[in-house]
């Protein structure tokens, strides 16, 4: 079955940087659009960024556009997120999912596997 597990959450400073990994089983990453959501206690779970199936384009919330970059490995069937220059207000769960539908890949309802998430917490 598909599994996404992510890793590499934890405890930072502002300023400071992190690499979200989330691998993947049951589904090929090559063929499969791929993003991160994020939800912050008391808030909806938003989107982050994604990346298409073919990795050609990759697309960004516009509160971390410059500072976050979406990759994936294909061979490794992992996707990951750089996270740089975070501020206490990137703080949440981070979720990866894989997209169902290009139609649109900032839109949670293109998603149909989601994973457990992982804690990323910035402090000031």
């Known amino acids: 079955q598909v599994q996404l597990v992510e890793s590499g959450g934890g405890l930072v400073q502002a300023g400071e940087s992190l690499r979200l990994s989330c691998a993947a089983s049951?589904?090929?990453?090559?063929?499969?659009?791929m993003g991160w959501f994020r939800q912050a206690p008391g808030k909806e779970r938003e989107f982050v960024a994604s990346?298409?199936?073919?990795?050609?384009?990759?697309y960004y919330a516009d509160v971390v556009k410059g500072r976050f970059t979406i990759s994936k490995d294909n061979a490794k069937r992992t996707v990951y997120l750089q996270m740089s220059s975070l501020k206490p207000e990137d703080t949440g769960i981070y979720y990866c999912?894989?997209?169902?539908?290009?139609?649109?890949?900032?839109?949670?309802?293109?998603?149909?596997?989601w994973g457990q998430g992982t804690q990323v917490t910035v402090s000031s």
């Open positions: 049951g589904l090929t990453v090559s063929s499969s659009g």
């Open positions: 999912a894989r997209a169902w539908s290009r139609t649109d890949y900032t839109s949670s309802t293109s998603y149909n596997y």
């Open positions: 990346i298409s199936s073919s990795g050609e384009r990759t």
